[in-house]
């Protein structure tokens, strides 16, 4: 168990990305806990892992910077100091061009997908540089790196948010021993996937990466000793191009 001893938390692990990474953590030994909106969801992600240990669960809003202030001191007293925080909690909405879209549904996934990351760092900062160690992973997007019509404006923009941020941070915290991965899947079936105009047909989804196969890409940034630092890796599709 590569991870035996080490503690991460995982924002948005009820579904999707996150539920695959705090597996996948998990599976190696890490003690792990998984934060998101809805308490069902999650108690429902930790229970379908039956081994030890097992996956502990919090509520979170990462939007609101008093429910991650909460989360993290939960943290530190049921999971103790993090060493691996990954924030992988993300949304969109269905309508996604500019003549389109609320100016609020822009608020919305500001506040989550680029918002909500910054307020989990800021939040576990403090501790990791106090140890002079710390992983933290974001779970990005191709939309991140060149923006589309089919990832929309609004998380086009909150994606570069979130691969500048990543960037400031990692090179700002770096002398302190800390880590900060961009990580930047194509198409990928979770559930965000059901929030676009147009359905995705079967035959796409049975190409397209599933979470696994992220998490498999986090677990292996994980494993590294501290001396490494992978600072951008991007996943995608056989068949998916980079436009």
């Known amino acids: 168990m590569r991870l035996s001893g080490k503690t991460a938390l995982v924002t948005g ?3 999707g990305i996150g539920q695959a990474v705090a597996v996948a953590l998990a599976q190696e030994g890490c003690r792990v806990a998984i934060a998101g909106r809805r308490e069902d969801k999650l108690r429902e992600a930790a229970g379908a892992w039956q081994s030890q ?12 910077r008093d ?48 918002t909500g990351a910054y307020n989990c760092i800021h939040a576990v900062l403090p501790q990791m540089r106090a140890r002079q160690d710390g992983l933290i992973i974001n779970i990005n997007s191709i939309a991140g790196l060149r923006a589309s019509m089919l990832g929309g404006v609004a998380y086009s923009a909150s994606k570069f948010a979130l691969s500048a941020l990543s960037t400031a941070v990692a090179l700002e915290e770096g002398k302190h021993g800390i880590r900060v991965t961009n990580i ?8 965000l996937l059901r929030r676009r105009p147009t359905p995705v047909s079967q035959e ?28 951008e890796l991007i996943i995608k599709p056989t068949f998916q191009d980079f436009a």
């Not at 240990?53 to 609101?64: E, F, M, R």
């Open 204 to 231: 796409n989804l049975a190409k397209i990466l599933q979470p696994a196969d992220v998490a498999e890409a986090v677990l292996m940034v994980c494993c590294l000793p501290p001396r490494a630092h992978v600072h």
């Open 53 to 64: 240990p097992g996956i502990l669960t919090h509520a979170v809003d990462v939007a609101d």
């Open 184 to 191: 930047c899947p194509g198409e990928v079936d979770t559930p």
């Open 67 to 114: 429910s991650v202030a909460e989360l993290f001191r939960w943290a530190d007293k049921h999971v103790g100091p993090l060493d691996i925080l990954v924030n992988s909690a993300g949304v969109n909405t269905p309508k996604r061009l500019m003549a389109d879209m609320a100016p609020e549904a822009w608020d919305m996934v500001m506040q989550v997908n680029a």
């Open 13 to 15: 692990g009820a579904t």
